[in-house]
């Protein structure tokens, strides 16, 4: 019987209590290393034959660098602590609305205008921005921003960025290889599994000029209504989280990226969305050093190239309750000095409204350098952020010895990647690594052992296709996260079809209607079974009505939570006979699903973090470390 108790003794004491310890495994046999097979210009050999051991640099490389910063011009050195947006498909020919976005937002036409204008030492790639239509488009403008950057006054390649979690956020869709999510692979518990998507990932956009990724999210999910982290973290114990993180980064980086681990000093305690707001982590001293430092400490133990921060408050590491991107006690006095980080740190979107709540678009890239940043992401307007700098320089409120030092970090970040050595892309590369045969089966064995199995009343699971051939497919189609085929009902047919059942689906939506609910209903009959997609089911939510009039048909009813876990607390009561958890809905997660489902692979998966009841959340109905097994 789950013993009461109070939300914050719930959280400290998962540490203690996880089922499933993740300890330290041997790497998984390593995805091909890609990246740079072209001839390239090497900005005139300003930082060739570097020391790209971990974050370690000779002297020699590091004077040549301060060489190479010595002749930039004040107006360069300020653009290369910028990372920008930038519309378009091609860095000099993108189609015509994208060029207008470009005039409308930045003042530019293209990428290379961008760069000629601002000298930005970064771009980063969205799928809103048209930057990642396919693997060859994204070679050839990633090849396009390094021309620009080399035909600059003094020739600097770029930082090119997305973020690429896998699970719910990813920016480069198929044919490349999707992976499992961060709390999908806090299920597996496997670090071996989490290094070597990491390694996967991190080869394929290597090979498409893709060099910096926004990943692992070392947020500690604590708080099950966080509306903004949730399944992008690995799950709520420290120490499993830390261990991931750990893994990924190695993996990642080893694949030929740099690493990214966010959001510091941790996110994963909030239900206020960064983006639309200011969140406040009320976390102690003591609480922030158990429950949110430990990835941080393991990344950087890792040998971590970046740390991104977060538009939080967080008033035991500041009392000044400025966000942590902007506040000098936590970026410089706990990251930098405490623990001992002297690599680069990158500010989360500034144009995410959690920045921009307490100071004005001119003030915050000033202080977030004054806070001890190095890089300035996507402020909402270029120009006001970058003629802020350039006059806080010139005014010395920012001494350009300041500046200096993060440009050193940053060129030095590009140097260990051979930036200035190999900084193009070739199209063999991409045909050799991206979406490979190895890759994607790797991929959908990861998702095997991430795949949970929480409820199989009168073990009903597996089902066979012989007493259980004719199957429906009812639920939520949330729009594709990732670049995926979809929709999830669609894709869970097809892949219960392919293994011999035969499926049909229907979608009925996050909100099924009392028609839709019916319809459902209707085409129930006749069938050996149902699988519902749910989707963030809450107490008033009428996807517990479908499950219940679904299951009152008398045909057995399998619920596939496709993001949070949490969804089978508020399905209790409802009658279904079996339920599953996937952590995403990503095509390679839904396959998997599928598979268990049908047997043709066993459940592994365990609860990365706690699922409490929806009627008395202080109890926790299955705990962590919760997992089935046929």
């Known amino acids: 019987m789950p013993h009461r108790t109070s939300r914050r003794t719930l959280l400290t004491a998962t540490a203690a209590t996880a089922a499933v310890a993740v300890t330290g495994g041997a790497a998984a046999p390593g995805a091909v290393a890609s990246s740079g097979a072209s001839p390239a210009a090497s900005a005139q050999g300003a930082a060739s034959g570097a020391d790209t051991a971990g974050n370690h640099h000779s002297a020699a490389t590091t004077k040549r660098l301060k060489r190479l910063i010595s002749r930039m011009s004040l107006e360069e050195k300020v653009g290369q602590l910028f990372v920008m947006r930038v519309y378009g498909h091609s860095a000099t020919a993108p189609d015509q609305a994208d060029i207008d976005a470009n005039m409308a937002e930045i003042g530019v036409r293209t990428a290379a205008e961008l760069i000629a204008k601002y000298h930005v030492g970064g771009i980063i790639y969205f799928v809103w921005a048209h930057n990642t239509r396919d693997p060859h488009q994204i070679a050839d403008l990633s090849n396009g921003i390094q021309r620009a950057g080399l035909a600059g006054p003094t020739p600097l390649p770029l930082l090119v ?12 869709g198929e044919p490349a290889t999707l992976l499992p999510g961060a709390m999908a692979l806090g299920a597996g518990g496997s670090p071996s599994d989490a290094r070597r998507a990491g390694q996967i990932a991190g080869a394929e956009l290597a090979a498409l000029g893709i060099n910096q990724n926004y990943a692992p999210d070392a947020d500690v999910n604590v708080n099950p209504a966080n509306p903004v982290i949730g399944v992008r973290s690995f799950g709520s114990d420290p120490r499993s989280v830390a261990g ?10 080893s694949g030929g990226v740099a690493a990214t681990a966010k959001h510091f000093p941790g996110h994963g305690d909030t239900s206020t969305d960064s983006h639309t707001g200011l969140p406040a982590i009320t976390h102690t001293r003591e609480e922030w050093a158990e429950l949110d430092a430990p990835p941080f400490r393991a990344a950087i133990a890792a040998g971590i190239d970046s740390i991104m921060t977060a538009h939080i408050v967080v ?6 309750e400025d966000p942590a991107t902007l506040s000098r006690p936590i970026l410089t006095g706990v990251l930098r000095e405490e623990l001992g980080y002297d690599g680069v740190v990158v500010t989360d979107a500034l144009d995410m409204q959690g920045v921009r709540t307490k100071y004005g678009d001119e003030r915050v890239p000033v202080l977030a350098l004054k806070a001890g940043v190095d890089q300035l992401l996507n402020p909402p307007n270029l120009a006001v952020a970058w003629h802020a700098v350039l006059a806080a320089v010139k005014s010395g409120e920012l001494s350009e010895a300041r500046i200096d030092e993060s440009i050193l970090r940053i060129l030095r970040l590009k140097t260990k990647l051979g930036l200035f050595d190999k900084p193009f892309v070739s199209h063999k590369d991409v045909d050799r690594v991206v979406g490979t045969r190895a890759h994607r089966t790797a991929a959908d064995r990861i998702a095997e052992r991430t795949t949970t199995l929480l409820a199989n009343d009168g073990a009903v699971l597996p089902l066979s296709r012989r007493s259980h051939k004719k199957l429906l497919v009812v639920g939520a189609d949330p729009a594709s996260p990732s670049g995926t085929t979809g929709p999830p009902t669609t894709t869970l047919a097809e892949a219960f079809t392919e293994l011999g059942h035969t499926a049909t689906a229907l979608s009925t939506g996050t909100a099924p209607s009392q028609a839709a609910i019916d319809q459902a209903v209707a085409a129930a009959r006749g069938k050996d079974a149902v699988v519902v997609g749910t989707y963030n089911v809450s107490a008033t939510s009428s996807q517990r009505t479908l499950v219940s009039a679904l299951a009152a048909t008398g045909v057995p009813v399998i619920t596939v939570a496709i993001r949070n876990p949490y969804d089978v607390a508020q399905l209790s009561g409802t009658g279904f006979a079996a339920c599953l958890a996937t952590y995403s809905w990503t095509d390679v997660e839904l396959r998997a699903a599928a598979r268990v489902i049908s047997g043709h692979a066993r459940p592994q998966g365990t609860l ?23």
């Not at 960025?161 to 480069?172: F, L, N, S, Y």
């Not at 991931?244 to 980086?253: D, L, P, T």
């Open 161 to 172: 960025a997305t973020d690429q979690e896998h699970g719910i956020v990813c920016r480069v």
């Open 244 to 253: 991931m993180v750990a893994a990924q980064v190695k993996g990642y980086q």
């Open 315 to 320: 008033p035991a590491l500041d009392p000044s």
């Open 608 to 630: 990365p973090v706690p699922v409490q009841r929806a009627d008395d959340p202080a109890r926790v109905l299955y705990p962590v470390g919760y997992g089935l097994r046929y």
